[in-house]
């Protein structure tokens, strides 16, 4: 697995309004997700062939997973993660609803999709 020099338990979280908390219920699950090295198993076991979508599985894996813990229920939901400083707090670049539905359209039956 590779290294990061970002570690999300190392994060000082400091609000200027007491009632204005944007996504901090993240911290927790992702450094959980980050000691664990599940962006990294994403990139390593899945596998999209050469098509669209196919590039930075573990980003796009994530930005998922933060998106449905947040409440999000649908491609279009995930948009509300990319304010702020939530990259910051998670440790990647929250990517845009269009390119979760291209990773999404890559998984097919079966045939062309590779978990290893």
């Known amino acids: 697995m590779r290294s990061?020099?970002?570690?999300?338990?190392?994060?000082?979280?400091?609000?200027?309004?007491?009632?204005?908390?944007?996504?901090?219920?993240?911290?927790?699950?992702?450094?959980?997700?980050?000691?664990?090295?599940?962006?990294?198993?994403?990139?390593?076991y899945v596998h999209l062939g050469d098509g669209p979508g196919h590039a930075n599985v573990g980003l796009k894996a994530m930005t998922l997973v933060y998106s449905?813990?947040?409440?999000?229920?649908?491609?279009?939901?995930?948009?509300?993660?990319?304010?702020?400083?939530?990259?910051?707090v998670l440790g990647h670049g929250v990517r845009a609803p269009s390119t979760l539905g291209t990773f999404l359209r890559s998984f097919t039956n079966g045939t062309q999709t590779v978990i290893a």
């Open 4 to 44: 990061s020099s970002h570690s999300p338990d190392r994060i000082s979280v400091t609000f200027d309004d007491d009632r204005v908390v944007a996504n901090a219920g993240l911290i927790q699950p992702a450094t959980l997700a980050d000691h664990l090295g599940l962006r990294e198993l994403f990139d390593e």
């Open 68 to 88: 449905a813990l947040a409440g999000g229920d649908c491609i279009e939901d995930a948009d509300r993660m990319r304010v702020a400083a939530t990259a910051e």
